[in-house]
């Protein structure tokens, strides 16, 4: 089974306007709530190609019955929430020209809200597949969560980490199947600024030597690289006109995940997560099987 991990779910409310003037009151003429966050994400990709997960992490308090219903289209979507005290965050995403968000903070978790995650995750073995997806709560106890990494090394769990945190490259001596930082990630977590193609290639394999068994490097519009011990594959993207990009990073995981675990093959993954992504920015929703085959 896959199992989707985020740690801090959101209901994302997507407001469109033509054009929007600060100081006054703008009136939008599209809006849609969706339950998100990028784990989520991932579980909602992989449910469009009709593959089954279930999503983990913490949802709670006056926005949590909202939250769930949002999920409940997705039949291949079974889920595991922890429930928290706090509500469940609403970020609003704003479209114009140009993309802008209003994220809420993170939720605070306490230490035995925390822990019940963890216990659920000791159960998995070596058939399960686990995704951990977007940003940390505030306070949160790392060292709970490299200890799981280290016990699904030890089970030979496969599992797969897309965050911008630092703590990413602590959990690379665990060896996660792969990662997906974008260029700019990329760039924060060795402080240089990386921008060309075989720069990153070389960074990429510095993430290896640390650890990583396979690391993808999404460069956005300029397609995405990928690096194992044996293999650097770069391939471009589309030229697409884009909607919006939300979601693309994790179309990208998601269908990474989809391909490979129907092939078993990097190259053939690597070529269906940027067509999928590049959909997703094309279409301004997640993909789904029909719009691939379409396409």
Do not use: W
């Amino acid at each position: 089974m896959i199992y989707t991990v985020t740690f801090s779910p959101a209901i994302d409310y997507f407001l469109d306007f033509n054009d929007l003037e600060l100081g006054k009151i703008n009136h939008a003429h599209k809006v849609n709530i969706v339950s998100g966050g990028k784990g989520i994400n991932v579980s909602k990709v992989l449910s469009n190609f009709g593959m089954e997960s279930i999503a983990l992490g913490y949802v709670g308090g006056k926005t949590c019955d909202l939250f769930i219903k949002g999920l409940n289209e997705y039949q291949n979507i079974k889920t595991d929430f922890i429930k928290i005290k706090e509500d469940t965050r609403i970020n609003v995403k704003i479209n114009t020209p140009i993309e802008s968000a209003l994220d809420a903070p993170n939720p605070n978790i306490d230490k035995e809200e925390e822990k019940k995650l963890f216990l659920k995750l000791d159960k998995l073995n070596k058939d399960d597949i686990v995704v951990f997806s977007g940003e940390f709560p505030i306070n949160f106890n790392k060292e709970l969560y490299l200890n799981a990494l280290k016990k699904f090394n030890n089970k030979g769990i496969k599992f797969i980490i897309d965050t911008s945190n630092e703590i990413l490259l602590d959990s690379l001596k665990y060896h996660p199947f792969f990662i997906k930082p974008n260029i700019e990630e990329l760039s924060s977590f060795f402080h240089k600024d990386i921008s060309f193609i075989e720069e990153a290639k070389i960074y990429g394999d510095k993430l290896i030597e640390l650890g990583a068994l396979n690391v993808l490097i999404s460069l956005g519009k300029d397609g995405a690289i990928f690096v194992s011990k044996n293999e650097k594959i770069y391939q471009k993207s589309p030229q697409i006109d884009v909607i919006s990009t939300v979601g693309a990073g994790d179309t990208m995981v998601a269908s990474f995940i989809y391909s490979y675990l129907l092939d078993n093959d990097f190259a053939k993954a690597l070529a269906f997560s940027i067509k999928a992504s590049s959909l997703t920015c094309k279409l301004g929703r997640l993909v789904k099987k029909e719009d691939i085959n379409d396409y």
